[in-house]
């Protein structure tokens, strides 16, 4: 009987299945991405929005948001990992054919339920584009079930834009309002210059049937709120990924606590009229 | 159902008789202060101990506790569990409580089978505090002074003897098999209720307000100028979590053999207090401040984990009171907010 890598769970919950790195694609100085393999039979049945514990062995386990879609996934997914700790430093290193371990997947994911129908507005900052590209190839491989879909993305520098030819496809296809920008351009940029918010005047929706999603470091959330707020989009609406310390994953350890909710557990994904009604106070900041 | 009795020299056989099943622990005096330690002879019991530095949390959910074994190839990742079948010995009312809420937290959602193997292999026997263990505790104002009903079994002091309540029936085999009780007569009762009744008035009430307040006073007091008070004074040690008995928070980590060929992954008890603890690898903290760190912990104390497990998070030991080097006791705290509370309300009116 096929099984679920939350299944694996039963003896222990902190106990990693080996995966085996497929593939590993350099994507900036700072950003690779990772396509690892389940053991046979073990799949990982994810929803967009959700991670992992990813585990190198003898180094340690960080949470990684799942970045391939559920659509597309054939016994393999993808990590878009930044190194910036320990065992990403390490993780850069690995090689295709070595194994991690993995956790998962843990969370709860993007409302996709609830997007159906509606105009949907993407903002990701930075690597945040990585869990909302699990989400937005998801919507786009059932586009009709969608109204507009209008994908802002924002970047420090051209040379550390994220899935640049993914961004292209998607520009390309004609039914996706693309608009990327970066706050310092070089001398090959020709696009937008400036920050994410600069980019809200572009955006062309039916506010009350809208839904914006954003990801991004903890100093946009408040700037994108803004922009999308002032669009006239419901806070019901509104959903963000939060990052936060999420070492178990499964609600014990008290790393993520965002007030007095598990960020693994109720999120990583809260709409925002949720942190307002449950007086998320840490949540923003 | 009644009570069984147990004199004191039986109780001292029953321990001698559960050492060859059972790893034994008990309040043990270790330089000065007490401990929860194996029980070598019957001699080593001190039931009537004032307070254990540590709580006997140790037992449920250690300090450092192998959790996975693995090579680091990822040929081999195999889970540890270990449980070594224990009775813990003496442990005060306000220890049961914690329990309580451990195997609440543990045992909810994501059911963590290395602590509930563990707490399979743990039996629980507590003994009826019948005086202020220390300055600090105000288990009293928490209601704590009276046991909750998760010991298998409970024990009072009644002088020569002890009063046995039996609380579950792995607790009821245990005494079946290792004690000589008799059952309580007329007599026995008389004495139990004259204990329990002499021994209530010796315990003050130390919160300036009923504790059913508590939580409502904590949401209220989200925003008080005493956190950044608090936050001034605290060295961020950490002394306060590492003693406290509904503590529970971890961190994991992975040592590695000389052959860097097989390592093993651990969790270990951290700390919210720590600068640390809410740092994201991007550097990000989200709890930068001692202020906000106490806040945070005073809040988890007093509402957060009523909010989630519909238990108080503090049993009024008193335990991080004692530790604390700069004096922030949760008495001081949460009377402050009271009365901070009460003096802004009597100020619009």
Same mark, same amino acid.
């Given at each position: ?10 003896? !222990? ?51 990684? !948001?799942?970045?391939?879609?559920? !659509?597309?996934?054939?016994?393999? &997914? ?80 051209? !040379? ?62 408040? &700037? ?45 994904? &809260? ?15 | ?9 039986? =109780? ?16 043990? *005096? ?25 709580? *006997? ?23 540890? =569990?270990?449980?070594? *079948? ?9 220890? =049961? ?37 220390? *300055? ?93 008070? =608090? ?112 003096? %802004? %309300?009597?100020?619009?009116?």
């Amino acid at each position: 009987m096929p099984e679920t890598l939350q299944d694996t769970l039963k003896d !222990s919950l902190y106990l990693p299945q080996p995966a085996r790195i497929l593939d590993v694609k350099p994507m900036t100085q700072w950003e690779k991405l990772f396509k690892l393999e389940l053991p046979r039979g073990v799949s990982l049945g994810h929803e967009p929005g959700q991670f992992v514990e990813l585990s190198v062995f003898g180094v340690g386990e960080a949470p990684i !948001s799942i970045t391939s879609s559920p !659509s597309r996934s054939n016994g393999s &997914f993808e990590l878009c990992v930044r190194r910036t700790g320990d065992m990403t430093n390490v993780l850069h290193r690995m090689q295709p054919g070595q194994v991690v371990g993995v956790r998962g997947p843990f969370g709860r994911g993007f409302p996709i339920e609830r997007m159906r129908g509606k105009d949907i507005v993407f903002a990701p900052g930075g690597l945040g584009l990585a869990p909302l590209r699990s989400l937005i190839n998801q919507v786009l491989d059932e586009r009709g079930k969608y109204g507009r879909v209008t994908l802002l993305y924002g970047a420090k520098h051209p !040379s550390e834009l994220l899935f640049t030819d993914e961004l292209k496809q998607w520009s390309e296809r004609g039914d996706v309002d693309v608009h990327v920008t970066v706050d310092r351009p070089d001398e090959n940029w020709k696009g937008n210059v400036g920050v994410i918010t600069t980019l809200f005047p572009k955006v062309q929706v039916y506010a009350r049937n809208t839904v914006a999603i954003t990801c991004g470091p903890p100093v946009m959330y408040r &700037f994108v709120l803004m922009e999308l707020m002032g669009k006239g989009i419901p806070e019901g609406n509104i959903y963000l990924s939060l990052e936060r310390r999420m070492k178990c994953g499964v609600g014990k350890c008290g790393h993520c606590q965002i007030n007095n909710v598990y960020c693994c557990q109720s999120g990583p994904v &809260f709409a925002y009229a949720d942190i307002k009604a449950l007086s998320l106070s840490e949540a923003l900041t | 159902m009644g009570f069984r009795v147990i004199s004191k020299e039986a =109780l001292g056989r029953m321990v001698r008789s559960l050492q060859q099943q059972y790893r034994v622990v008990g309040p043990k *005096p270790v330089a000065g202060e007490f401990i929860f330690a194996e029980i070598e002879s019957a001699d080593d019991l001190h039931l009537d101990y004032t307070q254990t530095v540590v709580p *006997p949390k140790k037992y449920l959910l250690p300090q450092h506790e192998e959790i996975a074994r693995f090579n680091l190839d990822g040929s081999v990742i195999a889970p540890v =569990l270990d449980a070594p *079948p224990t009775v813990i010995l003496g442990i005060h009312t306000c220890d =049961l409580h914690a329990m309580q809420l451990l195997d609440k937290v543990f045992g909810s959602g994501y059911v963590d089978q290395h602590y509930r193997k563990r707490r399979e292999n743990v039996w629980l026997i507590g003994i009826e505090c019948l005086r202020p263990c220390t *300055p600090h505790s105000f288990c009293k104002s928490m209601g704590t002074l009276t046991a909750s009903d998760n010991f298998d079994l409970h024990l009072t002091d009644l002088g020569d003897e002890y009063a046995v309540d039996i609380g579950t029936e792995r607790g009821e085999a245990l005494l079946q098999a290792h004690a000589e009780t008799r059952f309580a007569t007329d007599e026995d009762y008389q004495h139990l209720n004259a204990v329990l009744t002499e021994k209530w008035p010796r315990f003050a009430y130390r919160l300036d307000f009923d504790v059913s307040e508590l939580p409502s006073l904590m949401r209220m007091s989200y925003h008080s100028k005493l956190w950044e008070e =608090l936050g001034k004074r605290c060295l961020a040690c950490g002394s306060c979590t590492n003693v406290c008995p509904t503590c529970y928070c971890f961190n994991v980590q992975d040592d590695v053999d000389f052959a860097l060929s097989v390592g093993t992954r651990t969790r270990n008890w951290d700390s919210c207090q720590l600068d640390e603890f809410a740092i994201v690898a991007g550097g990000h903290d989200f709890r930068p401040t001692r202020a906000t760190r106490q806040r945070h912990r005073f809040m988890r104390k007093g509402v957060y984990q009523t909010d989630a497990y519909k238990l108080l998070g503090c049993v009024g030991c008193g335990r991080c009171a004692q530790a604390c080097l700069v004096h922030i006791t949760p008495v001081d705290t949460f009377n402050q907010l009271y009365h901070d509370r009460m003096n %802004a %309300a009597e100020a619009k009116k």
